[in-house]
């Protein structure tokens, strides 16, 4: 079973920056999506940044410019991997439960119905 655990989150003064972490194992296919979700307060949780099954880059619009979403290819193998989310610029509409998750992509593409999540954490940015 995919584990992801999370970490890098904390309080920041607008304008700021964050990197998050997210150590994932347990891979057992060949071709995973890899994304960070956020959840502010109140509010319906939504995906800020994808790794698609190709490597491809994507981006919520509210954070395009800003977060900058990678793996570390040192770290990665078979089974493994470290993600990041390097959030630059920060506002405090960026405070949230931010999540990593991976989802297999047995058809090429993810629908995040069978995925896999870490447990969150938090970011927090004060004006």
């Known amino acids: 079973q995919v584990q992801l655990a999370e970490s890098g989150g904390g309080s920041v003064m607008a304008g700021g920056s964050l990197r998050l972490s997210c150590e994932a194992s347990?891979?057992?296919?060949?071709?995973?999506?890899l994304a960070w979700f956020r959840q502010p307060p109140g509010k319906e949780r939504e995906r800020v940044a994808l790794?698609?099954?190709?490597?491809?880059?994507?981006?919520?619009?509210?954070v395009k410019g800003r977060f900058t979403i990678s793996q570390d290819d040192a770290k990665t193998t078979l089974t493994s991997t470290t993600l990041y989310l390097q959030m630059n610029s920060l506002k405090p509409e960026d405070t949230a439960t931010y999540t990593c998750?991976?989802?297999?992509?047995?058809?090429?593409?993810?629908?995040?119905?069978?995925?896999?999540w870490g447990r969150g954490t938090q970011v927090t940015v004060s004006s």
């Open positions: 790794i698609d099954s190709d490597g491809g880059l994507s981006y919520a619009d509210s």
């Open positions: 998750a991976a989802e297999a992509a047995y058809g090429g593409s993810c629908i995040w119905v069978y995925a896999f």
């Open positions: 347990g891979f057992t296919y060949d071709r995973y999506c």
